[in-house]
């Protein structure tokens, strides 16, 4: 189990980000540009002061780790070059090494069956991830209304595509790994 409070949290984050949440001025134009705080349980500007004050439980057990889809508008806004996505990038990273269970369970889950789909033919086929999304979150018939109007008009391809050599493939996640 994580410590609500860890004095070591703030050097980990800087070390492994190469940021300093600590530098923050709490103005807010990461957290108002953001598409994605009407979701958010703790806005990117609240989440660079709970770095500084050592929140790792609050943090790494957020939804917003695993909201924020990495697109990196609140880093452009920042006026003081914070790179927010990159700080909430390694707090996501920590809480996986850390096994804390994620507070959104289906969007690592979406995560790890697009990293499978790639590893295995190097590109994403539909059929393939949305199955085995579909399959490992339990929620098998949702969506096949969709499915169904997005085959009639083409916009899925049975045939998965598969690159040419997918050593190659297998050795970009073999190394990243380490
Ligand atoms: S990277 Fe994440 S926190 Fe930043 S603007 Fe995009 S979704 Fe929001
Ligand atoms: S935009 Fe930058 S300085 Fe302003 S609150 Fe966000 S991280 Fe802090």
């Known amino acids: 189990m994580i410590n609500a409070f860890s004095p070591a949290l703030e050097g980990e984050v800087e070390e492994r980000s190469g940021e300093k949440p600590r530098l923050c001025y709490q103005c807010g134009k990461c957290s108002t540009g953001c598409l994605f705080n009407f979701a ?6 609240q989440m660079m002061k ?3 004050y050592g929140q790792k439980k609050r943090l790494l057990g957020s939804h917003t780790i695993w ?5 990196e508008t609140c880093t452009a806004r920042c006026p003081n070059d ?4 990159g700080v909430i990038d ?4 920590m809480a996986l090494e850390e096994g804390v269970k994620p507070a959104e369970r289906n969007i ?18 539909e059929p393939i991830l949305m199955g085995s999304y579909k399959t ?6 949702s969506d096949i209304g969709l499915a169904v ?3 009639k008009k083409g916009k899925i391809k049975l045939i998965p595509s598969v690159v040419k050599d997918r050593r190659k493939v297998r050795r970009i996640f073999k190394e990243t790994k380490r």
């Open 40 to 45: 958010m349980d703790i806005l990117p500007h």
């Open 50 to 52: 709970l770095v500084h």
């Open 67 to 71: 909201i924020c889809a990495a697109c």
């Open 82 to 85: 914070i790179d927010v996505a």
């Open 90 to 93: 390694t707090l996501r990273a």
């Open 108 to 125: 690592p889950l979406f995560h790890a069956c697009f990293l499978g789909n790639i590893q295995a033919t190097g590109r994403i086929s």
């Open 136 to 141: 490992f979150s339990g929620d098998l018939v």
């Open 149 to 151: 109007e997005m085959l």
